[in-house]
């Protein structure tokens, strides 16, 4: 039961080789760029939403934020195509893998820093000791204030492994219920398969809310350093 149950959470292979590359580049094929003078309906929706978006998102920011505006668009996207792809049957999602949301986080949190110490050196180091902080209690805050800013990457990356896992594995169990109770009792059948429906319908919601509160952190983290 085990490892059927957590048999959708381990990395594919063809031939022994890993292709976890090849389904993380294929969200890319789903925002093809149009050629045309005018776009069809599902190209205009597409920039539609990125547009608001991207203006709702960016209006905090002054202009050395403003530049990051095509990585967090394409951040958002690539996070949003990765969760509803994954809601396929038989489909893997990469945004379940610590690893990967580390590998996300992590380079995009130290560039903010980065930035930060740039552009606003004081106010940067300034983070560190707030204003009338008593002297006895100077290092006790540095060190906290230290380790609240090097948890912040860890919290992006666990948040969204544990959303997004915690929904595959509600559907994985509620699913197996449903069919063992077909044999069993109809009407229970019933209305386990409404609930896991139900289920699925918010699980496509926590997908898209999932990619934009990873999104809006960065944003926040890079407002907070510009």
């Known amino acids: 039961m085990n490892e059927n149950l957590f048999t959708s959470f381990i990395t594919p292979t063809m031939m022994g080789i ?3 590359l090849l389904i993380i580049m294929f969200p890319s094929i789903l925002f093809p760029s149009s050629s045309r003078l005018i776009d ?5 929706v597409q920039q539609w939403l990125v547009r608001l978006t991207s203006k709702q998102m960016l209006s ?3 202009h050395k934020g403003q530049t990051w505006a095509l990585m967090l668009m394409s951040l958002i996207l690539f996070i949003g195509s990765t969760n509803l792809l994954g809601l396929l049957p038989h489909s893997f999602t990469p945004t379940t893998q610590l690893s990967m949301n580390l590998g996300m986080a992590i380079p995009l949190w130290a560039g903010t820093v980065a930035t930060g110490f740039r552009y606003k050196t004081k106010a940067s180091l300034a983070h560190f000791l707030p204003q009338g902080t008593p002297f006895p209690l100077i290092p006790m805050l540095v060190i906290i204030e230290t380790i609240s800013l090097f948890i912040q ?8 492994t544990a959303n997004i896992t915690a929904g595959h594995l509600l559907i994985h169990l509620i699913g197996g219920a449903t069919l063992a109770l077909t044999s069993i009792s109809t009407i229970t059948a019933c209305i386990a398969f409404t609930i896991l429906v139900l289920l699925t319908i918010l699980e496509f919601a926590v997908a898209l809310i999932q990619a934009y509160v990873f999104t809006l952190l960065v944003s926040l983290y890079l407002h907070d350093n510009t």
């Open 18 to 20: 890993p292709i976890v």
């Open 60 to 62: 905090i920011h002054n």
């Open 40 to 44: 069809n309906r599902l190209v205009s």
């Open 153 to 160: 990457p860890m919290a992006l990356a666990v948040r969204l």
